[in-house]
């Protein structure tokens, strides 16, 4: 039984992806067929139609196109997919195992100088070194830096996709390239029989030389360099588990509105604001979520943001105070030595539900850090998680803010064309405020920001009690 049905070259502009088509393709039995899903192209330049599929039908439905290209191509299929390619044809490729990973990646460098010379040129295949165009550019250090985020942001997504679906894919730098040894390692990963005896010698390289010799402005390198975090040092390392989306938990609208709800957050309310829109739906599944929003164009998804220490708490009277989570009452008294009352029960003081409360940030601040060993309620993760985590459905249109939600409420309505609601009876002040403050003191800001250093930092949060 074959290894793969088929196979996808990740990689991006002025990477070799031409070179290496070029040899996978000499491969008897694999057949690459180019960049299929390129908005711009249909696998190459001037190609109308490919496996009686038009531009038109393929942007319609790239997975008609998928399917005919596996099921039609005599031999191992492939294409080639670069970042600003359809994503929507991810969803089948990414997860499938059958489908094989090769990710090709140049330093970025020098792909964007090769890529700024070609727009110079207009020459983006080399075959005969007499034709070769030649051209200084200017080095634009903004562009660099956003195609460099663009480059790496997608090189993440790859990874996570692979690291969560227990697959492993084939990966070539730009130098593999001229080693005939790693390009029949690869046809091994592959599964094929055959070999390579020769490298493809139609393409050759359009620029050698120092990068520096190929700019107006060398100089420029310099200051790209220092905006660049060579060796990732302004990274904290965090530990805390990736979320996912959420999508059961998700709301939405026949209005035309998705929220994503965050635990401990101001839920009850919005759903009550949904209600009098109109009819809500509920408990979605990703490809039942994925048709409302077909079934809804024009729509918006949002969620809404606490300030993070009115979240614990909300998170403490519930989880622990009222005694929905027994584990980690358990945990807390037992192991960090809080002072509880019997499920239901209030303390007897403001200053004994201080100390615990105390105590309970100091639990969720290991927690988020991974070092409890114990899952993570999502009633406990900070915000920033569970937005990654809605993200890797979906990145939402808005993020809202508590303290703002009902200008930010209006004007989402407002973009669907639809009537708000009376916002001073659908959303009533928030009677967690009440409770925080009357315990509230200098130390549970301090373990709020220790807790949740991501979301103060991430999304701007500043005391809260000014």
């Not at 074959?2 to 992806?17: K, Q, Y």
């Not at 690869?186 to 050698?208: C, H, S, Y």
């Not at 809605?390 to 639809?418: K, N």
């Not at 609601?421 to 709020?448: F, G, K, Q, Y």
């Amino acid at each position: 039984m074959a290894r793969f049905h088929s196979f996808v070259v990740f990689a991006e502009m002025r990477t070799g992806s031409n070179l290496l088509e070029a040899n996978l393709n000499a491969l008897p039995g694999v057949v690459s067929h180019g960049e299929v899903f390129n908005r711009y192209i249909l696998g190459r330049k001037d190609r109308t139609e490919l496996f009686g599929i038009t531009m038109e039908e393929r942007d319609r439905d790239p997975r008609l196109l998928l399917r005919k290209l596996r099921a039609e191509t005599e031999g191992l299929p492939g294409f080639r997919f670069f970042h600003d390619h359809d994503l929507r044809i991810l969803d089948d490729v990414l997860p499938d195992p059958g489908c094989a990973k090769i990710i090709l990646t140049r330093n970025p460098l020098e792909s964007y100088v090769s890529w700024k010379i070609a727009q110079a040129t207009d020459q983006w295949k080399l075959t005969h070194p007499k034709r070769l165009k030649t051209a200084k550019v200017r080095f634009d250090v903004p562009e660099f830096l956003t195609h460099l985020r663009d480059i790496q942001a997608f090189q993440l997504l790859l990874l996570n996709a692979l690291q969560t679906t227990g697959q492993t894919a084939f990966y070539l730098d730009y130098e593999d390239l001229g080693s005939l040894d790693v390009l029949n390692g690869l046809a091994a990963f592959l599964g094929v029989e055959a070999r390579l005896k020769a490298l493809d010698d139609t393409l050759k390289k359009q620029n050698p030389g120092p990068i520096e010799d190929k700019l107006e402005n060398p100089e420029a390198l310099a200051e790209a360099i220092a905006a660049v975090d060579v060796f990732n040092l302004g990274r904290t390392p965090c530990f805390e588990p990736r979320r996912a989306a959420g999508v059961p938990t998700a709301l939405a609208s026949d209005a035309g509105l998705l929220f994503f709800p965050i635990r401990s957050g101001p839920e009850a309310p919005i759903r009550a604001w949904f209600e009098s829109l109109g009819p809500v739906s509920e408990g979605f599944e990703q490809k039942s979520l994925r048709q409302w929003k077909r079934r809804h164009p024009g729509h918006r998804s949002f969620t809404v943001l606490r300030h993070p220490l009115l979240r614990a708490h909300a998170a403490f009277r519930r989880k622990i105070v009222a005694g929905e989570a027994q584990d980690l009452r358990r945990i807390l008294i037992n192991g960090f030595l809080a002072e509880l009352q019997p499920p239901g029960a209030p303390f007897a003081t403001p200053e004994a539900e201080r100390a615990a409360f105390l105590i309970f940030l100091s639990y969720c601040r290991l927690a988020v850090s991974g070092q409890t060993g114990a899952r993570v309620d999502p009633s406990l993760a900070s915000q920033t998680a569970l937005v990654q985590g809605i993200a890797s459905f979906q990145p939402l249109d808005h993020l809202l803010r508590e303290d703002r939600l009902a200008e930010g409420l209006a004007a989402l309505a407002a973009e669907v064309g639809a009537t708000p609601p009376a916002l001073t009876s659908a959303v009533s002040p928030d009677p967690e405020e009440a409770a925080l403050l009357s315990i509230w003191d200098e130390a549970l800001e301090a373990a709020a920001a220790e807790a949740y250093g991501r979301d103060y930092m991430g999304f701007g949060f500043t005391r809260w009690r000014k």
